[in-house]
């Protein structure tokens, strides 16, 4: 789901434990204060670096991934949001 506002955002993690809302939000919150994508792989240690951006794995345990968080540039450099949840 393409993120677009902030009831998108809550839309998209629902679904998620509270504690793993806590850390998309923590994520997203970093990502804005970040001056770079390198800098935001650094902070976090399920960031890796995409064709497009960066993705941030979210777990529920240490081998299930429950979540991720993409963060693209479109066309116009704007930060482009998508969260996929998978519960």
Same mark, same amino acid.
């Given at each position: 789901?393409?993120?677009?506002?902030?009831?998108?955002? %809550?839309?998209?993690?629902?679904?998620?434990?509270?504690? #793993? #809302?806590?850390?998309?939000?923590?994520?997203?919150?970093?990502?804005?204060?970040?001056?770079?994508?390198?800098?935001?792989?650094?902070?976090?240690?399920?960031?890796?670096?995409?064709?497009?951006?960066?993705? %941030?794995?979210?777990?529920?345990?240490? #081998?299930?991934?429950?979540?991720?968080?993409?963060?693209?540039?479109?066309?116009?450099?704007?930060?482009?949001?998508?969260? #996929?949840?998978?519960?």
């Amino acid at each position: 789901m393409q993120i677009n506002s902030n009831s998108d955002l %809550f839309m998209a993690i629902e679904p998620l434990s509270e504690t #793993q #809302q806590d850390e998309v939000i923590l994520f997203l919150e970093t990502a804005q204060a970040a001056p770079d994508m390198d800098a935001l792989i650094t902070s976090f240690d399920d960031v890796e670096r995409t064709d497009h951006g960066v993705a %941030f794995k979210v777990k529920g345990n240490y #081998q299930h991934v429950t979540a991720c968080v993409s963060l693209s540039f479109d066309k116009d450099s704007a930060i482009v949001v998508e969260i #996929q949840c998978y519960i």
